[in-house]
């Protein structure tokens, strides 16, 4: 390439580099300015309280449920994700008959919309009318509905399996493919020297796609943490903030409440938190690998 | 070549620019957004309104956007916030006072003086709702009120109910009481504490019915006062005969099992009527509930039209304004009913089963406190309504409710 043709190098990638500063670093940054303010849609002319909000924001009784619930969320459904995603894609990687049509249903919650999928399971819980308050009557587990979404004990139950659900097919498509990627000659030998199939699945297959699971935890956790329209359409939040979670109180103060400078701390504060559930992830990961050595 | 490419597309631009600048000069576009509340293809009537507007004043173009009830408030403050704001919209009456606050809407004392547009054309709560701090924020367009107590005439007359009886709170408890056998999946009253604005009015007319307040003339809290902590206390002893999970249902979900006959009352404004007039269902309604000796006072609610001060079109706005709450108009571009009373008795013989029973609700009901920061106090509400059906006393509940509000700054 000649030399000046080198700024042609700059003409192809600077659309990327503006719209990557655009649509997320400008966002982020006044994200941050903004939580600064005390902003609100009826304070035309915003006040600088520089931590203030974050006061406020941890003094809240809310916030410590906030924090709690989204721990809880985050967690619960990535494991179960994870786990009904891998033994799935076990279960696939096998040759069965139809196959491809059953990989094919398998992506069915995935493809569905968010919304429709969550407004799918509020009517299947919904204490009168609901499919699985009829199927729990008919096996005899209860006499009378319960109101799975009314109640505080089992809210939160209900929304972890409706965003199970949802997401596990996600990890089934990412494990499949790692599966396939296994060498099958280590399997064969392990075979003939005699391993059976958890002996095969713990000391060839899981160490062979760790990376990929390692990968697939951190992405799912991101996407889970974040995960606004299962909880805002099943519960908004309720009942008492039972469910309410970083992304739901951060749309309720903006859009509901026109609190734009506590929303954007809660905003900050929820990348804050993400990142430290992250960072004792590869934490954990690291202790063991270092165990391991 | 590339300096060519370079000329070509700089030259476009120009080119465009002069066309767009020529035809801005001839014709002006308002853009009005509303929202839809009911089934009754307001769009289409809109539209054809629009038309003739359009026809009176060629210099004019109306582009109408009809928003769904549920993204509305989201959407029109994004557009608000990004300096996107339409020339004319319709906001809750709810809204007006933080919209005021927030600058983005212009005052129309002097448009109104001058065109003669005064408060007695208007119902008193829907003008008022439309004034704060002395200054006239908008024109009322359209009021409903929550709630009208709609029964199922079959289900009451299986049971030897008395239709009339449900205008007590005495009366409405033991017709609740009797229509209740949740064996059979049958519920005498449909309560609901989800989040949302539709749990706060309907505890605001029990509240309103009993004497109480949300908030008193002096801003303070008053959902201690005996009064209103009677009401909710009233409203949880209904508990009992109302459809599971009343933390988590909605004004929707007591329609759906009120439409299949398994609720014998649901509380609706009267904006419920074109859905129940299109299903097979017996009913009839009465005009809420109230203590013995004591009136039922219904919560206001509607939409006011304002004008944004980013429009660039003020006059051209106002004339539109003026145009869709006149009596002859107003009563063909809402869903809900007209705020011009005139339009609106119009309207409700023509379009409603018992119009003087909805007037007369109207005319008594009362409206939400006019705050800039009603949103968080609408919350703390909600919260009030989900612990009050969670099991906290009404007492607790409502002094708890009262320390947020007071926190508010």
């Not at chain 1, 859009?255 to 934490?283: H, K």
């Amino acid at each position: 390439m000649l030399k000046q043709d080198r700024w042609l190098i700059w003409v192809f990638v600077a659309p990327g580099i503006l719209l990557v500063a655009a649509f997320m670093y400008y966002p982020m940054i006044g994200t941050i300015i903004e939580s600064l303010y005390s902003t609100s849609f009826i304070n035309p002319t915003p006040e600088f309280v520089g931590l203030a909000t974050y006061e406020k924001i941890f003094a809240s009784a809310d916030f410590r449920q906030i924090v709690l619930n989204s721990c809880v969320w985050t967690v619960a459904v990535v494991m179960l994700q994870n786990l009904s995603g891998f033994f799935s894609a076990l279960l696939l990687n096998q040759s069965l008959p139809a196959q491809g049509l059953m990989r094919a249903l398998v992506l069915l919650p995935w493809i569905m919309p968010g919304v429709v999928a969550a407004i799918l399971w509020r009517f299947m819980y919904d204490p009168q009318l609901g499919l699985i308050n009829s199927f729990l009557i008919s096996l005899g587990v209860t006499d009378q509905g319960v109101a799975w979404l009314a109640s505080g004990d089992t809210a939160m139950l209900a929304a972890i399996i409706a965003a199970t659900w949802k997401g596990f097919p996600f990890s089934t498509v990412v494990y499949l493919a790692a599966l396939q990627k296994v060498d099958h000659e280590q399997i064969e030998a392990a075979t003939i020297d005699g391993a059976g199939k958890l002996r095969r699945l713990f000391d060839i297959v899981l160490p062979e796609i760790k990376e990929v699971i390692a990968i697939n935890l951190i992405l799912t956790t991101i996407l889970t943490f974040n995960y606004f329209d299962m909880i805002w359409v099943l519960t908004r939040g309720g009942p008492q903030n039972a469910t309410h979670i970083f992304p739901t109180k951060i749309y309720e103060l903006g859009f509901g409440q026109f609190r734009f400078g506590e929303a954007a701390g809660y905003g900050v504060v929820s990348i804050l938190v993400l990142a430290l559930l992250i960072a004792l992830y590869v934490l954990a990961q690291g202790s063991g690998r270092g165990a391991r050595a | 070549m590339r300096k060519m490419l370079l000329a070509t597309t700089v030259l476009t631009g120009l080119a465009g620019l002069t066309t767009t600048e020529a035809s801005a000069a001839d014709t002006i576009t308002l853009k009005f957004w509303d929202n839809q509340q009911t089934e009754s293809g307001l769009s289409q009537y809109q539209q054809e309104a629009v038309k003739r507007f359009e026809a009176d004043n060629p210099d004019i173009k109306v582009e109408v956007t009809t928003i769904p009830y549920p993204e509305f408030q989201q959407r029109l403050l994004t557009a608000v916030r990004g300096g996107n704001a339409p020339d004319v919209s319709t906001v809750d009456q709810i809204w007006v006072a933080a919209f005021a606050e927030a600058g983005a809407i212009t005052p129309l004392d002097d448009q109104a003086k001058a065109a003669g547009v005064k408060a007695d054309a208007f119902f008193k709560g829907a003008w008022d709702s439309a004034n704060y701090k002395g200054k006239l924020w908008g024109i009322p367009f359209n009021v409903d009120v929550w709630q009208f107590s709609f029964f199922n005439n079959a289900l009451f007359k299986q049971t030897g109910i008395d239709l009339k009886s449900i205008t007590t709170w005495v009366g409405l408890k033991a017709a609740a009481q009797k229509l209740t056998d949740a064996s059979k999946g049958k519920y005498g009253v449909g309560l609901f504490a989800h989040k949302g604005e539709d749990t706060v009015v309907v505890m605001d007319s029990f509240i309103f019915s009993n004497g109480g307040k949300v908030l008193n003339d002096d801003g303070s809290c008053g959902l201690a006062s005996e009064a209103s902590v009677e009401a909710l206390d009233y409203l949880q002893s209904l508990a009992p005969f109302a459809p599971k999970g009343i933390a988590n249902a909605s004004s929707g979900d007591m329609r759906e099992l009120f439409l299949n006959g398994s609720l014998g009352v649901e509380f609706w404004p009267a904006l419920e009527q074109p859905t129940l007039q299109k299903s097979k269902l017996d009913w009839d309604f009465v005009d809420g509930t109230a203590p013995d000796g004591k009136k039922p006072i219904g919560t206001y609610g509607g939409w006011n039209l304002v004008t944004y001060k980013s429009s660039p079109h003020q006059d051209a706005a106002w004339k539109f304004i003026q145009y869709l709450t006149r009596p002859d108009v107003n009563g063909s571009v809402v869903d809900l009913i007209p705020a011009n009373v005139q339009a609106a008795k119009a309207f409700l013989a023509k379009n409603r089963k018992g119009p003087d029973r909805i007037m007369e609700h109207l005319n008594s009901a009362a409206p939400r406190p006019l705050s800039a920061h009603y949103l968080e106090v609408s919350d703390i509400e909600v919260t009030l309504a989900q612990d009050l059906f969670g099991g906290m006393k009404a007492a607790d509940a409502a002094k708890k409710a009262c320390e947020a509000i007071a926190a508010i700054k």
